[in-house]
């Protein structure tokens, strides 16, 4: 590791000021990685430093969850722009976008081993039976993919980091991009739960039918999220390629990105100065055609304003003589409302002195219902104790005669007794 472990802090090795001793604490690594449990340890404080480092790895709980969004933000990044992720005019048979431990990459290839090596591994540990046919599900699709041009293979993958086996979930689906954008995903699918039951890939309907029109404008900013942190990776490398080989695609791939995006800013341009041509045409014919009607339509407003002109003044006689009369009929009105007001007034005083009564009356009726509750109250009280005096006779009489019974019962039983007795003795 290049970064000296956070474990080595505040140990034997810091020196009189506190501060780690650098020197040893590399040579140390160093030798660590000599053995084969170093080298573990290593590899998992990498993985640690780089899961604290990625914000976005901690988003996800689920790796079920985090297949599914990476699937669908895939397809509509592809749907708008056949370039996404740096990706070649002519896509790749094998697309794979992996979570290993929480390192995210989109890795493509024209052979199938790379699904081989991921999917087929999951074949050896099935989840119950006689397995689940990875293999051959596989074979079935990698063929079906050759035989039809223009079709991929796109592999979801996602362990993420610090989970068991059992967490870890892949889909396998075929993906086809057209020329007019659609992308079309799912004659064939295969996934960790198919392969757990130990069914056969299936035929599913294209993930963008079960996009909801309102999540629309969500699914897009997730998938221009996706697109400024994935770069499609080419690892079709031979065996005597070095990583000179490596830091050349990353830079191709970055070359890609700008190119395709310089040839799609061109499209733009010259969309919008073509759009900007045929619209200031078509505003030049709009113009001319409004300034020849409006010209029009000034000429005889203008004739239709002098002979208003002349009407106006004749109306205007007329309506101071309508004032006239409209305001004696007012001042009219205006008494006949003063005469309405006095009586309104009076009628609300009158109104106001009978709720006094009818709160009077009203107080009573409540003061007679609370005496006649007090007295219902009373009643039910005595009629409960008369009960209960009741009861407690019939107990006492009940109990007389049970023992009045048992009494002459046994004086009965005596009487035998002494009887039977008399009879021996004779």
């Known amino acids: 590791m290049a970064n000296p472990s956070p474990l080595h802090e505040g140990t034997i090795d810091d020196d009189a000021s506190g501060q780690p001793n650098s020197d040893d604490s590399a040579r140390w690594h160093s030798d660590l990685?000599?053995?084969?449990?170093?080298?573990?340890?290593?590899?998992?404080?990498?993985?640690?430093?780089?899961?604290?480092q990625d914000k976005d790895n901690r988003r996800y709980d689920c790796s079920i969850a985090d297949c599914t969004q990476h699937l669908r933000a895939f397809i509509r990044a592809w749907s708008l722009n056949p370039n996404a992720f740096a990706?070649?005019?002519?896509?790749?048979?094998?697309?794979?976008?992996?979570?290993?431990?929480?390192?995210?990459?989109?890795?493509?290839?024209?052979?199938?081993?790379?699904?081989?090596?991921?999917?087929?591994?999951h074949g050896l540990f099935p989840a119950g039976g006689e397995g689940c046919g990875v293999a051959s599900a596989l074979k079935a699709m990698v063929t079906h993919c050759d035989k039809t041009p223009g079709m991929s293979l796109l592999l979801v993958y996602s362990m993420p980091f610090q989970v068991g086996i059992e967490h870890l979930h892949w889909d396998v689906r075929t993906i086809q991009r057209f020329k007019d954008g659609r992308v079309v995903d799912g004659q064939l699918c295969y996934n960790a739960v198919q392969s757990a039951r130990g069914n056969p890939p299936y035929h599913a309907t294209p993930t963008a039918f079960h996009e909801?029109?309102?999540?629309?404008?969500?699914?897009?900013?997730i998938a221009q999220h996706m697109q400024n942190h994935y770069v499609a990776q080419n690892i079709d490398v031979c065996a005597n390629d070095d990583?000179?080989?490596?830091?050349?695609?990353?830079?191709?791939?970055?070359?890609?990105?700008?190119?395709?995006?310089?040839?799609?800013?061109?499209?733009?341009?010259?969309?919008?100065?073509?759009?900007?041509?045929?619209?200031?045409?078509?505003?030049?014919?709009?113009?001319?055609?409004?300034?020849?009607?409006?010209?029009?339509k000034l000429h005889d407003t203008r004739i239709m304003q002098s002979e208003a002109y002349k009407r106006e003044r004749e109306l205007e006689g007329e309506l101071r003589t309508r004032l006239m009369v409209c305001e004696e009929k007012a001042q009219a009105n205006l008494q006949l409302a003063d005469a309405a007001n006095a009586r309104l007034e009076e009628l609300q005083s009158?109104?106001?002195?009978?709720?006094?009564?009818?709160?009077?009356?009203?107080?009573?009726?409540?003061?007679?219902?609370?005496?006649?509750?007090?007295?219902?109250?009373?009643?039910?009280?005595?009629?409960?104790?008369?009960?209960?005096?009741?009861?407690r006779v019939v107990d006492s009489v009940n109990a007389s005669a049970l023992k009045r019974a048992n009494d002459a019962e046994q004086r009965y039983t005596e009487a035998r007794r002494e009887e039977a007795k008399a009879r021996r003795d004779r």
Request: net charge negative; proline share 4%; aromatic share 6%.
């Open 33 to 52: 990685k000599r053995l084969p449990i170093g080298k573990v340890l290593i590899d998992h404080l990498g993985a640690m430093a780089y899961a604290y």
């Open 350 to 391: 009158e109104l106001h002195h009978k709720e006094l009564l009818w709160a009077e009356e009203r107080n009573e009726h409540i003061e007679k219902c609370t005496k006649l509750e007090q007295r219902i109250a009373t009643y039910v009280k005595r009629v409960a104790e008369l009960n209960d005096t009741h009861t």
């Open 212 to 221: 909801a029109p309102e999540l629309s404008e969500t699914l897009t900013c």
């Open 87 to 121: 990706l070649p005019d002519n896509p790749p048979k094998y697309i794979a976008i992996v979570n290993l431990s929480g390192k995210r990459a989109m890795l493509t290839t024209n052979k199938p081993y790379l699904f081989v090596d991921l999917v087929g591994l």
């Open 243 to 296: 990583d000179e080989y490596n830091s050349q695609a990353e830079e191709g791939n970055a070359a890609n990105t700008r190119n395709a995006a310089q040839e799609t800013l061109k499209e733009i341009c010259t969309r919008l100065q073509m759009e900007r041509k045929a619209l200031q045409k078509q505003h030049g014919q709009e113009i001319d055609s409004v300034v020849e009607k409006w010209s029009k």
